[in-house]
């Protein structure tokens, strides 16, 4: 089965290959290093504005 590296887009195959779903050890290290950089990130609320949400909820009770 062929796939494209996310990083660099070459074409590589799935099978026989220990970095999938990169094409090289190199593309599998620059994609970790843009979540360790928060070049990515998960999209969800600031954890300040929940503390802040949660500490209304408790005061309302």
Same mark, same amino acid.
Request: with cysteine.
């Given at each position: 089965?062929?796939?494209? %590296?996310?990083? %660099?887009?070459?074409? @590589? @195959?799935? =099978? #026989? ?5 990169? %094409?090289? #050890?190199? %593309?599998?290290?620059? !994609?970790? /290093? ?9 999209? /969800? #609320?600031? #954890? =300040?504005? +929940?503390?802040? !949400?949660e500490?209304?909820? !408790? +005061?309302?009770?």
């Open positions: 089965m062929k796939i494209i %590296c996310p990083v %660099c887009k070459k074409t @590589t @195959t799935w =099978e #026989e290959n220990p970095w999938r779903p990169f %094409c090289s #050890e190199r %593309c599998k290290l620059i !994609d970790l /290093g843009k979540w360790a950089s928060e070049e990515y990130r998960i999209a /969800g #609320e600031k #954890e =300040e504005k +929940k503390e802040k !949400d500490e209304r909820e !408790d +005061k309302n009770k």
